[in-house]
């Protein structure tokens, strides 16, 4: 069963169960991972923390993705940048005029940039995150109109 299929079967259960919350935690070589999940409608996205430091936060982290109907999403969790390196010009900015196929980001995870391209011509209405900041599967990113 892959992951997706894994996490759609438990979130139907869990709404069959009525069970709202769910606390993961896994202990690795280097610490704790720990997060709390708060199912309901309009709340703000789970941050991953590891023991011993915060979480890592957003201007916008955790918008519901109902509110971005045209954000391009996170195919994946990881950490999502908006250029090349630090530094460097961004990807696209708010305004920019974008083409089907353009990169207008980067998400990296197990150490591999995956990059994020427009779907449709159209102009980047909005930027929902901050550059390497921690982003989950299926948030919005990238609202372009």
């Not at 869990?14 to 280097?30: A, K, V, Y």
């Not at 901050?130 to 989950?136: G, M, P, Y």
Request: aromatic content about 6%; cysteine-free; overall charge negative.
């Amino acid at each position: 069963m892959s992951f997706r299929a894994t996490v759609e079967s438990m979130s139907k259960m869990m709404d069959d169960m009525g069970i709202t919350e769910l606390d993961l935690e896994r202990q690795f070589l280097f610490g704790v991972y720990r997060k709390h999940i708060h199912l309901s409608k309009g709340t703000p996205a789970a941050t991953p923390t590891f023991s011993g430091e915060k979480p890592v936060r957003g201007a916008t982290t955790g918008a519901p993705a109902n509110g971005y109907e045209n954000a391009l999403k996170s195919p994946m969790v990881g950490v999502v940048y908006l250029a090349t390196e630090p530094g460097a010009k961004p990807f696209v900015k708010v305004g920019d005029t974008v083409h089907a196929g353009d990169t207008v980001a980067l998400v990296e995870a197990m150490k591999t940039f995956n990059p994020i391209k427009a779907v449709s011509d159209g102009v980047v209405k909005e930027i929902l995150v901050a550059d390497a900041q921690a982003v989950e599967f299926d948030q919005p990113l990238i609202v372009i109109e």
